[in-house]
């Protein structure tokens, strides 16, 4: 199995963490679980291979039995914070199935938003990834697009999901921007060179729903994006 990546070895059980010196009594999945822990109440910044010894309340040096380097463990927490894909219907019209699948992966990225900080130093590859891409993939299996474009829609829709999100994540936690935002645009903005603009604040295009906005402005470039698809899913 050398030539296959340790992280994708582990993931895909082709391959079990190392036998040497005493056993424990964890698992692979509970070493990952405890990393996703760190994370979830420090930040990914805060993971390292001591801080999660720490909170296992082992050595540093044991955690090698595990995983063998820190590009591994986060490897295995990135495909296991992801989670498995929704379950979609195979009868389920496309257009509906990819909206189900998007809204899902929202939701599964706004429960642990630290995963958007994740270096992606290569295509993800493990068993819970490619479920995701795998019922992307079926959404269209009823449609006569071709197979090399199924992927590319999928990968499309899936890197507006992974932008959008950071987006929204980002202006939920931001405290930078003043609460009158509106008002004070139209204060400084030139109506001469700015008359569109003006025209959108003054019809509150910027106004949000403060209970909704996360889900309703992600829904709204979602629906537009799945009206492109339907026109071209149409052409074929």
């Given at each position: 199995m050398d030539e296959i990546p340790k992280a994708i070895q582990l993931l895909w059980g082709l391959d079990e963490p190392g036998s040497r010196g005493p056993k424990k009594g964890l698992t692979l999945m509970q070493v990952v679980d405890a990393a996703i822990d760190v994370c979830d109440a420090e930040g990914f910044a805060a993971l390292s291979m001591s801080r999660l010894a720490k909170q296992l309340g082992f050595t540093t040096m044991s955690l090698y039995r595990y995983v063998d380097s820190k590009d591994?463990?986060?490897?295995?927490?990135?495909?296991?914070?992801?989670?498995?894909?929704?379950?979609?219907?195979?009868?389920?019209?496309?257009?509906?199935?990819?909206?189900?699948?998007?809204?899902?992966?929202?939701?599964?990225?706004?429960?642990?938003?630290?995963?958007?900080?994740?270096?992606?130093?290569?295509?993800?590859?493990?068993?819970?990834?490619?479920?995701?891409?795998?019922?992307?993939?079926?959404?269209?299996?009823?449609?006569?697009?071709?197979?090399?474009?199924?992927?590319?829609?999928?990968?499309?829709?899936?890197?507006?999901?992974i932008s959008r999100t950071r987006l929204v994540l980002q202006m939920t936690a931001s405290t930078d921007a003043p609460d009158n935002y509106t008002l004070v645009l139209g204060r400084v903005l030139d109506p001469a060179r700015f008359p569109a603009l003006l025209k959108a604040i003054s019809a509150q295009a910027f106004d949000m729903d403060e209970n909704n906005w996360e889900i309703n402005d992600f829904k709204f470039g979602l629906d537009r994006l799945l009206d492109g698809f339907e026109r071209y899913v149409e052409s074929f």
């Open positions: 591994t463990l986060i490897d295995l927490i990135s495909d296991r914070v992801i989670g498995p894909p929704p379950t979609i219907a195979s009868t389920t019209p496309w257009r509906e199935a990819l909206e189900m699948w998007a809204m899902a992966e929202f939701e599964s990225i706004r429960a642990h938003p630290w995963w958007l900080e994740i270096p992606l130093t290569a295509p993800p590859a493990g068993p819970n990834n490619m479920g995701w891409l795998e019922a992307g993939l079926a959404a269209f299996s009823e449609t006569a697009v071709p197979d090399p474009i199924r992927l590319q829609l999928v990968m499309n829709m899936s890197l507006y999901v």
